[in-house]
Nanobody, 123 residues
Framework: QVQLVESGGGLVQAGGSLRLSCAAS????????MGWFRQAPGKERQFVGH????????YYGDSVKGRFTISRDNAKNTWYLQMNNLKPEDTAVYYC????????????????WGQGTQVTVSS
């Protein structure tokens, strides 16, 4: 089992920045891929991006490409979502997730989930 705990959400004005963190504990492994998803009210959970634990390769959804960056700190078993130039449409609950093997844009393919953290962007 892997436990994930997010932190760093909050309220920010449009154009501002936030950084989310996701700390992993339990049976972590370098074979994991770590991802971020978000879910706005009344909408389906949306893929944000993912990063491989071993090589650090990243992949992003089109809506955040060029504005969001995922990084990791292997020593701390933590990965991050740096969000810049935030827009009101980025408002959502953000979830970190983990799965073995390769990444996926489909939330149903991910095994472990954090509890979610609210990000609100005001116009």
């Amino acid at each position: 089992q892997v436990q994930l705990v997010e932190s760093g959400g909050g309220l920010v004005q449009a154009g501002g920045s936030l950084r989310l963190s996701c700390a992993a504990s339990g049976r972590t492994s370098s074979s994991y891929v770590m991802g971020w998803f978000r879910q706005a009210p009344g909408k389906e959970r949306q893929f944000v991006g993912h990063i491989s634990w071993f090589g650090g390769s990243t992949y992003y959804g089109d809506s955040v490409k060029g504005r969001f960056t995922i990084s990791r700190d292997n020593a701390k078993n933590t990965w991050y979502l740096q969000m810049n130039n935030l827009k009101p449409e980025d408002t959502a609950v953000y979830y970190c997730a983990a799965r073995l093997g390769s990444g996926s844009t489909n939330y149903a393919h991910w095994t472990y989930w954090g509890q979610g953290t609210q990000v609100t962007v005001s116009s």
